[in-house]
């Protein structure tokens, strides 16, 4: 099973940007599907993460600008940018959990958000 992150690019400030995660492979699906972000010199950092109910939790910092989704069927993950800024930028990962292990985890590549001034 591999994630394929994509979506990313360059955009200015205020711009949008949505983010996919899809699944190759055979899977029989997720449980909870999440969206880090590792900007360079820092850690990564959950931004977003959502159960297979479709349960949603947002970092309070970009609450009010990222939206979170999923696709059960597709076994895929979206983010909604919105309002991007300059400290949005980094190499955005999605992350799936096994929907029979939690401690089994699988992650995308990774997809670069760049936001210009």
């Known amino acids: 099973v591999q994630l394929q992150a994509s979506g990313g690019g360059l955009v200015q400030i205020g711009g949008s940007l949505r983010l996919s995660c899809a699944t190759s492979?055979?899977?029989?699906?997720?449980?909870?599907m999440s969206w880090y972000r590792q900007a360079p010199g820092e850690q990564r950092e959950l931004v977003a993460s959502?159960?297979?109910?479709?349960?949603?939790n947002v970092k309070d910092s970009v609450k009010d600008r990222f939206f979170i989704s999923r696709d059960n069927a597709e076994a895929s993950v979206y983010l909604q940018m919105n309002n991007l800024r300059p400290e949005d930028t980094a190499v955005y990962y999605c992350?799936?959990?096994?929907?029979?292990?939690?401690?089994?985890?699988?992650w995308g590549q990774g997809t670069q958000v760049t936001v210009s001034s």
């Open positions: 492979g055979s899977v029989s699906g997720f449980g909870t």
């Open positions: 959502i159960s297979r109910g479709h349960a949603a």
């Open positions: 992350h799936a959990r096994s929907i029979y292990n939690d401690r089994i985890n699988y």
